[in-house]
Nanobody, 125 residues
Framework: QVQLVESGGGLVQAGGSLRLSCAAS????????VAWFRQVPGKEREFVAV????????SYADSVKGRFTISRDNAKNTVYLQMNSLKPEDTAVYYC??????????????????WGQGTQVTVSS
């Protein structure tokens, strides 16, 4: 089992940047696929980005491609989401999810077995 803690959310103006962090409690975090999702009240949770165990492969939702970058530092048991050129429609609670055995397709569709508590990102126009 792994505990995930997101941080780095906040209020930013449109066009600004934020970097979210997802810190894991386990030293074996390098064996987990990790994804970021986001959710707006009243809507379903939406896939944002996923990263492979080594960090060598990534995938993004079309809505964030070219603006967001997912990365990981396995030595620090942490995954990051660098968000640039933020738009008001990026406003949501952002969650990280991890799983040691889920497939790439599963992670991009519904996430993994483990979830953090979320961090609020608000982008003002």
């Amino acid at each position: 089992q792994v505990q995930l803690v997101e941080s780095g959310g906040g209020l930013v103006q449109a066009g600004g940047s934020l970097r979210l962090s997802c810190a894991a409690s386990r030293r074996t975090f390098s064996s987990y696929l990790v994804a970021w999702f986001r959710q707006v009240p009243g809507k379903e949770r939406e896939f944002v980005a996923v990263i492979s165990r080594s960090g060598g492969s990534t995938s993004y939702a079309d809505s964030v491609k070219g603006r967001f970058t997912i990365s990981r530092d396995n030595a620090k048991n942490t995954v990051y989401l660098q968000m640039n050129s933020l738009k008001p429609e990026d406003t949501a609670v952002y969650y990280c999810s991890a799983d040691p055995i889920a497939t790439w397709a599963t992670m991009t569709s519904r996430g993994g077995a483990y979830w953090g508590q979320g961090t609020q990102v608000t982008v003002s126009s």
